[in-house]
T-cell receptor
Framework: GAGVSQSPSNKVTEKGKDVELRCDPI?????LYWYRQSLGQGLEFLIY????????KSGLPSDRFSAERTGGSVSTLTIQRTQQEDSAVYLC??????????FGNGTRLTVT | AQSVAQPEDQVNVAEGNPLTVKCTYS??????LFWYVQYPNRGLQFLLK??????LVKGSYGFEAEFNKSQTSFHLKKPSALVSDSALYFC????????????FGTGTRLKVLA
């Protein structure tokens, strides 16, 4: 069956540009998470959507980062005015309530 | 605050020997505990979880983990390591009495030597 799909798989952008990263979760999964994995680092929590509840945005590193989830399915993570320190792999995961997370393969973002 | 610690950046073990990857956690409520593995250029894959019940849980690829409430630990173990087990391992905790979000450790790179 289809897993979590992320696009693009790789994105190179110039400093100062905006980028949008897309996540298609597994159909029917109510929870959706975004994480950031920097080289040599662990997974940094960014944002968590659960059903129709207000998202937990406590991990977003600055107001340049935002995310939305439309219709309880697809999610878009937007980074405005990208900086070099935003370079990382951005991982999306989805799950049913109280079940393990299923991860996508990530989007590798490089800011030049 | 909710947190997970993996004290070892890297663990080296000879093929055929037992392996242990350490994890300790801190939560305000009851923890749900998980181990994930990441192979090179791949996404994270679920290995096993502890929700409730037996302290020793068994998962994929022959891995198991022991939940120790008094030591707030959830170490990953395997009786006999394979070269193909070499990967990056992440421990995660979900605070069921607090934020409900998953928090991951910094990861431990396991290298199994032939």
């Amino acid at each position: 069956g289809a897993g979590v799909s992320q696009s693009p798989s790789n994105k190179v952008t110039e400093k100062g540009k905006d980028v949008e990263l897309r996540c298609d979760p597994i159909s029917g999964h109510t929870a959706l998470y975004w994480y950031r994995q920097s080289l040599g680092q662990g997974l940094e929590f960014l944002i968590y959507f659960q059903g129709n509840s207000a998202p937990d945005k406590s991990g977003l590193p600055s107001d340049r980062f935002s995310a939305e989830r439309t219709g309880g399915s697809v999610s878009t993570l937007t980074i405005q005015r990208t900086q070099q320190e935003d370079s990382a792999v951005y991982l999306c995961a989805s799950s049913l309530e109280n079940s393990p997370l299923h991860f996508g393969n990530g989007t590798r973002l490089t800011v030049t | 605050a909710q947190s997970v610690a993996q004290p070892e950046d890297q663990v080296n073990v000879a093929e055929g020997n037992p392996l242990t990857v350490k994890c300790t956690y801190s939560v305000s409520g009851n923890p749900y505990l998980f181990w994930y593995v990441q192979y090179p250029n791949r996404g994270l894959q679920f290995l096993l979880k502890y929700i409730t019940g037996d302290n020793l849980v068994k998962g994929s690829y022959g891995f198991e983990a022991e939940f120790n409430k008094s030591q707030t630990s959830f170490h990953l173990k395997k009786p006999s390591a394979l070269v193909s087990d070499s990967a990056l391992y992440f421990c995660a905790v979900r605070d069921m009495g607090g934020t409900y979000k998953y928090i991951f450790g910094t990861g431990t790179r396991l290298k199994v030597l032939a």
